[in-house]
Structures are given as C-alpha cells and as structure tokens.
C-alpha cells in the first residue's frame, strides 16, 4: 500500500508533472538517474545533520549544504521497463495467497551509447547496489516522494549500447 504525502497529492491535483527517478547506491556511493535531467530537490538530503560544517556557529548555512554526496546523475534512462508485483501469480485461492507471495520485480534500461557503464563495471560492482524507484514531483521536498519499489540488482546485462538492471525487492 502506498501513501501519499499531502504535497504529493496537490501537487497530482495540480496536473504537474510527475518525475520518476532510480537511485543505485553500491559500494562506491550513490547516482541518480532519470528519462531526463533530474531536478535539484531530488538531490537534496531532508536529514541533514546540524554538525556537519553546514551551519555557522551564527546560524548562516553554508553553500552546497544539505545536498547529499552523489558521484553522478542524469538522464540516462532508456527504458523503465515493467514493475511486476503479485501475491501469487496463478492462483483464485484466497487462503493460498496469504500464505505465499511473488517477489516484486523490475527491469530498468540505462544508456551506454558513450561507453559509460561500460567503463564503471570495470571500476565498481553493480551487482546487489540497491535501487530506490521515487515518483515525485519538482516542486515538493524528496521527503514527499512516492517509493514506488527498494530493490537489489539480481542481474545485469552490458552490451554496446545499454545496460539492463535486473530489480528483486528487498
């Protein structure tokens, strides 16, 4: 079940429109990626720690504060692909459904015209980086956005022009 923030919902009632965005954290840190650029507030930190050199001992905040450490982001999302979530896939049987479940699955397709990722999985390990789908909006606080599934990178796929992340819920 999905909750909705009160700015989410305003802003949906507003007719803006919605952005969705995968966040890959692995071993070397986090990128964020989307079908296009990602905005600002996406990139933002709510929990930002009062102690970390951000805030002066006057109260001024300094520049870049709040922002989280990203090593890259952009629009290189190819293909969302298709979110798959059941309780059991073939079966009428209300008591058998409570008792078993299908874990949610998704593939996502990322660009590599330019040999990007390519060049990173000689570098990084993508296999079990966590992946965050978010649905959301430009104008509201990250706090606001919609997870839409958590997963882990069961299985990737390179070739010349893309890179498939296959997705299992955590």
Not at 11 to 20: L, M, P, S, T
Not at 49 to 59: E, I, K
Not at 81 to 110: A, H, Y
Not at 116 to 140: C, H, P, Q
Request: proline share 3%.
């Amino acid at each position: 079940m999905y909750k909705k923030s009160l700015n989410f919902h305003r802003a949906q009632e507003a007719g803006h429109a919605e952005i969705v965005v995968c966040r890959i954290t692995n071993s070397a840190g986090l990128r964020i990626f989307s079908d296009r650029m990602p905005p600002a507030n996406i990139r933002m930190d709510p929990l930002a720690n009062l102690y970390d050199g951000t805030y002066t001992y006057n109260g001024e905040i300094t520049y870049g504060s709040g922002y989280e450490d990203i090593l890259d982001y952009g629009g290189r999302v190819i293909s969302w692909g298709e979110l798959r979530e059941t309780l059991t896939p073939d079966s009428d049987d209300l008591i058998l459904s409570q008792r078993t479940q299908e874990i949610s699955t998704m593939r996502i397709v990322l660009n590599n015209a330019d040999k990007y990722f390519s060049k990173l999985l000689g570098r990084e390990n993508m296999i079990s980086a966590v992946v965050e789908l978010l649905v959301g909006f430009k104008n509201i606080s990250r706090l606001d956005w919609l997870e839409q599934i958590t997963g882990r990178v069961s299985r990737i796929t390179l070739t010349p022009e893309k890179l498939t992340l296959n997705l299992r819920a955590v």
